[in-house]
């Protein structure tokens, strides 16, 4: 199977993606010289884990009959001070909120996507050190 | 420093990032029991590579004063067939027309990002095979 993404510049520092049909705009900050007009392209990397191990922790706790109410996914990452500038570590926070919500299902869920089915977190952790944690968000 | 994204699910596998406040919906495809509200996680990775060394790109050929017309970054990835799903391979095509571009700046402002600036590239290429083309254009 293939995938396949189209950019294309539109002025300054703006470009556009077509995500099959989904069209993204990044640019870059100000402060880089760009106007802010989308989002910074580093950042998105750290958006596709959250949204690959959110999906297969939704689907998995799904199966396991586990009815979540909330679930916060909050990624907070390292950048090196010498280019090329990269993540050298990442922090995941998965956040749940439920009644009831029994933590060795959710610890299961997480570490099987993280070892076995999020193809974004297998090519990361190879070159990143990740790091990550469980919470149940007490009810109000 | 560092990059912190949030993201909270909203339903079925609708996942919505904030991106220092660009909000970014993420979904499955119909067939993987999505509403395809948004695009999939893992083509965000490709969508991030193409920004990251399109701006290098852009902001090197501005120093060089080469003055480009269009400027496009298609990339075709190989998914595998097991779990963890994951890019296996990467074709990165930049295209560009402008009036008597010259190739030996185009390929060295390509060659620096690769190399030298671009983080999401130094992340990939450690795991992921990767391999480029530099076109230009021809007017029509």
Same mark, same amino acid.
């Given at each position: 199977?293939? $995938?396949?993404?189209?950019?294309?510049?539109?002025?300054?520092?703006?470009?556009?993606?077509?995500?099959?049909? $989904?069209?993204?705009?990044?640019?870059?900050?100000? &402060?880089?010289?760009?106007?802010?007009? %989308?989002?910074?392209?580093?950042?998105?990397?750290? &958006?596709?884990? &959250?949204?690959?191990? %959110?999906? /297969?922790?939704?689907?998995?706790?799904?199966?396991?009959?586990?009815?979540?109410?909330?679930?916060?996914?909050? *990624?907070?990452?390292?950048?090196? /001070?010498?280019?090329?500038? $990269?993540?050298?570590?990442?922090?995941? *926070?998965?956040?749940?909120?439920?009644? /009831?919500?029994?933590?060795?299902?959710?610890?299961? &869920?997480? %570490?099987?996507?993280?070892?076995?089915?999020?193809?974004?977190?297998?090519?990361?952790?190879?070159?990143? /050190?990740?790091?990550?944690? *469980?919470?149940?968000?007490?009810?109000?």
């Amino acid at each position: 199977m293939k $995938h396949s993404v189209k950019t294309s510049w539109k002025q300054d520092m703006v470009f556009e993606s077509d995500l099959d049909g $989904h069209k993204l705009i990044m640019d870059a900050p100000e &402060a880089a010289g760009g106007k802010n007009k %989308g989002p910074r392209p580093k950042p998105l990397m750290l &958006a596709s884990l &959250a949204g690959c191990t %959110g999906m /297969d922790v939704v689907g998995m706790l799904r199966k396991m009959r586990v009815d979540i109410r909330g679930f916060n996914i909050d *990624i907070e990452a390292e950048v090196t /001070d010498e280019a090329p500038k $990269h993540y050298k570590k990442i922090k995941i *926070i998965y956040e749940f909120s439920g009644d /009831d919500l029994p933590m060795d299902k959710l610890e299961k &869920a997480v %570490g099987l996507s993280r070892e076995k089915y999020c193809g974004v977190s297998y090519i990361y952790k190879q070159v990143i /050190d990740m790091d990550y944690e *469980i919470r149940i968000r007490n009810q109000e």
